[in-house]
RNA sequence: GGGCGCGUAGCCUAGUCUGGAUAGGGCACCGGGUUCCUAACCCGGCGGUCGAGGGUUCAAAUCCCUCCGCGCCCGCCA
């Protein structure tokens, strides 16, 4: 097509270089095509009028056997493929490819996307999750796209925020300050997780050492003593603690690490020590009074009064970029193509860190993928302490009791275990695609309703259609290939419509992939469902005669096509609903 | 104050990188659809100054400038 469009306009006196000819060339399709090109820019050089240019090229351009006809429609020319050929060749693919259906192929580069990583003081709440999300889906999507990746939980086992879970829990209940105690007794619940039984006394602990500044100085003597290497070894075991609590909800998202990286092992194995070296003798680099040091990063694009990046304290410990400096180097090592997930709060530190990378000659840098921050509807961030955080187990409590009523109330055959497993993966599923529904640079207003949708735009809505075709195939006795097919049968107009949504997918992973956008698809998940349904309201299947072999085979298709991305959002595919 | 992000129907949202036809969905609302493969569904209707203004262009939601509103950040915290 692009060659015949390159002759055509060449003959028209309207010659191109392929690369603009494609850069206009809209595989999309237009109102009445499966792929447009819009004419205007060749307009002057032809010297013929806009409908006219188009009639002549479309003259031209002869039907190949990709595309059934050429049209002019004012100035757009617009291709329709060959159904019969598109049709032949995306079942073939799908039933080839199957699981990896839309994947590509193995660039060779290794990533590492870096998510999530909240420092373990308690349970998530749901803005957290939404970095989580983001950062799992996005590692689904570039293993699609062809990239192994790793993905990495950087855990805060340093700073000020360990040390206060350390000292609190160092001493017995019995000992601690009564504000502390209050916020604790009364909440002793058998079996509970323990991110939420060790995380219980935190904000409590933290507005108490702000009046208090006799035990502030415990944390900090705490955090001196983590500085200089010798850590209590219970504030690791703590961390470790809290931290399998947290991670318990987000494996019923689906959401797995490949590897954890401690804060302190960077400091352990001297590699803070040789950052600080080259930073010290870095070109802006400048000693305070004190003695602590600084980069001097007014040419990177700080806030005009900050430019100074102190990067050792005056007691000579480090802070946290600096060995977030050091464990961005052991990720260079490592992996071609660096990722790094964070809420906006935290898109200075990642100009931060770049100013040191550049200070100290290193010429990589990480990609980020910023998201902000999931507000409440009174306006303002979820806070622990202000009682306005929303918890990732309660919501999903919340969305397992829903899901459990609407599969009672529309199933009365299934036993009580089977109800629960579909109420988990439908309340799972809503969650993970109601956050990774929106791009992740626009804000979000937390509502239950929205939330818990399982209607329409949802997770739910994708999972039942994807129900719909494994109940199909099972009731065709077809749960398995082969699926032979012949494509002149599939000839009806929304079978036409769902070939070329699900010819689609290789597309959307790859510019999910290359953008970082995974709500692409959530929004490709939807408007595969979405066509689904209307053939499966259009178009009889086991009813068929002739056809049924071939309506099967595309059933087959579609279910391979939607389940894998709904793998690819990392929701839970049931075969019943 | 400065830097970054966001602003699309009553509400939520896609499209913005790389300008192209009548701005695509969902919720809500109104009207239909189930003796038939699961109605968590489908069909139809209603609803848009794409924050405002200017500019570039044959063509602007998309690029440039100014402004307005909202959010975040501007620590020898993490």
Known sequence: MLDALTTGLAEVGAPADRSVIAAQLNLEGGPQGDAAFPLHRFVAASGLSPP??????AGELRAGPEVDHVTADGA???FRANSVRLTERTLRLVFARAGRYGHGDDAGIAACVEHTSANPTGPFHIGRVRNAIIGDTLARALRAAGTP???????DDMGRQAAMVTWIWS???SEWPPEIRAAVEGFEVPGEKTDAHRGRPYPATSAYLKTHPEAAAEVAALVQQTEAGN??????ELAQSILDGMLE???????????????SDFLKDGSVDRVLARLRSAPHAVQESNGAWAIEAASYGLPKESTRVVVQRGDGTSLYVTRDVAYHLSKFVRFQRVVDVLGQDHRLHAVTLDALLSEIGEPRRPEYVIYQDITVPEGGRMSTRGGSAVWLDHLLAEAVERARKEVLARREDLDPAEVERIAEAVATGAVRYHIVRVASEKPVVFRWDDALSFEGRSGPFCQYSFVRAVSVLRKAEAENPPYPFDSARLNHPEEANLIRVMARLPR??????????VHALAGYAHDLAEQFNRFYHAVPVLRS???RPSRIAVVAAVRQTLGNTLDLLGIARPDSM
């Open 52 to 57: 006219a240019l188009a009639a002549r090229l």
């Open 76 to 78: 757009y020319l617009n």
């Open 149 to 155: 990746v790793t993905t990495q939980y950087y855990v």
């Open 171 to 173: 001493k017995p209940v």
């Open 231 to 236: 850590a209590p070894p219970q504030q690791r």
């Open 249 to 263: 909800s987000l494996v019923r998202l689906g959401i797995r690490f490949d590897e954890f990286v401690w804060e």
């Open 508 to 517: 959307v992973v790859q510019y999910a992939a290359r953008r970082n956008h």
């Open 545 to 547: 005669v002739e056809e």
